[in-house]
Nanobody, 120 residues
């Protein structure tokens, strides 16, 4: 069973920074892309940033220039550095590992989420 655990969320003032981290545990042979999504109250879950296995990155327009996604393939960790945070960044942030190959199948996995609140 593959499990993802996020950490690093919390309360931060506008203009502040947070670093989210997501670590995987379990038995698997390879992982494809990794990503961070967020869901604000009353809104659909949306992509924040993703990073392919080769390192290519993709960002939502709303966070370009403020966020940086990175991955450590040895530690099986994906991080999201968020700077210049705005109140509209408030949401539950979820990590997602895509194309995770286990003995039985290839699947996508989600973490349980970590709350980010940007408020003064």
């Amino acid at each position: 069973q593959v499990q993802l655990v996020e950490s690093g969320g919390g309360l931060v003032q506008p203009g502040g920074s947070l670093r989210l981290s997501c670590a995987a545990s379990g038995s698997f042979s390879s992982i494809g892309a990794m990503g961070w999504y967020r869901q604000a109250p009353g809104k659909q879950r949306e992509l924040v940033a993703a990073i392919a296995s080769g390192g290519t990155t993709n960002y939502a327009d709303s966070v370009k220039g403020r966020c940086t996604i990175s991955r450590d393939n040895a530690k099986i960790v994906v991080d999201l550095q968020m700077n210049s945070l705005k109140p509209e960044d408030t949401a539950v942030y979820y990590c997602k590992f895509m194309g995770v190959r286990t003995f039985a199948r290839t699947s996508d996995y989600w973490g349980r989420g970590t709350q980010v609140t940007v408020s003064s």
